[in-house]
Every structure is written in C-alpha cells, then in structure tokens.
C-alpha cells in the first residue's frame, strides 16, 4: 500500500512559481509517478509524468514552464511550476502507478490547490 501527501500550493500572481512536492510513504522508486490536475467544472487531466527511469513527459500547456522530477532516496516527486498562468488554477494530484502484465495498480494523492491569479 502507498500513500501519497502533495504539498506545496497555494495563491500566486500570474507569472509567479510554485513547487509541489508528494512524498510516499511506499518505495516510489519502484512507480511511474505523474501529476494531474482539476480545473473548476472540468475533467482530471494530465500535467506531467516522470517513468521509474527518469523519461519525462508533458502537457503541451505546460511544457517549457514545468518540471517535473523525483527524489527516489527522499520518496519524492517534485514539480516546479514557473510563469503560471491564471488557467493553471486547479487542484493538482499526484499519481503512483505500476503496469503488472494485465494488472495495474494506482495510488492517488488527496490533491493540493493551486490558484493563480491575474
């Protein structure tokens, strides 16, 4: 069992940063590790994820303003947000997943707010 807590966000200015930080309680070294966000009235979408090899990949509407890392010896996975935009404002969650043949197994964060203001 894995537990993931997000930290890290909170009210920021348009053009301004933030890092979000989750910390597992599991070995995360051994998960694919993505972050994903809510916007108000929309669907969960993807932002950005980072493979147990270190493969990143992003949203294009981030791309170039996100970065998106991890700490296998502090079980941490980061993501520096810089130049946000007010459409950056949701509720970001951390994700820890494992392909088993057909079997995939999921953790999910309790999600951290993220508000930018124009």
């Known amino acids: 069992q894995v537990q993931l807590v997000e930290s890290g966000g909170g009210l920021v200015q348009a053009g301004g940063s933030l890092r979000l930080s989750c910390v597992g309680s599991g070995i995360l070294l051994l998960y694919n590790m993505g972050w994903y966000r809510q916007p108000p009235g929309k669907q969960r979408e993807l932002v950005a994820t980072?493979?147990?090899?270190?493969?990143?990949n992003y949203a294009d509407s981030v791309k170039g303003r996100f970065t998106i890392s991890r700490d296998t010896a502090k079980n941490t996975v980061y993501l520096q947000m810089n130049s946000l935009k007010p459409e950056d404002t949701a509720v970001y969650y951390c994700?820890?997943?494992?392909?088993?043949?057909?079997?995939?197994?999921?953790?999910w964060g309790q999600g951290t707010q993220v508000t930018v203001s124009s």
């Open positions: 994700r820890a997943g494992q392909v088993s043949g057909s079997s995939v197994t999921e953790y």
């Open positions: 980072i493979t147990r090899g270190g493969s990143t």
